[in-house]
């Protein structure tokens, strides 16, 4: 089976970001990984911050996050 867009990005990403993205859960995940493969690498790593408010933000919107 191929490695995801996911598996290729976690290992050069800083340890918050892997973090983040190894907590998230699987319906996130996909979501991530679509976009990782819309985006590129290089772009999620330099904007990650933004895509994790992002995600934080819609979370509380629906009450799925304190």
Avoid: Y
Wanted: proline share 6%; hydrophobic share 40%.
């Amino acid at each position: 089976m191929a490695q995801t867009a996911i598996g290729s990005l976690l290992e050069q990403l800083p340890d918050d970001a892997r973090a983040w993205i190894g907590n998230l859960p699987l319906p996130a995940r996909a979501e991530i990984d679509r976009l990782l493969k819309a985006t590129g690498i290089d772009n999620f790593k330099a904007h990650w911050r933004e895509h994790k408010a992002d995600l934080d933000e819609l979370e509380s919107s629906f009450g799925a996050k304190p």
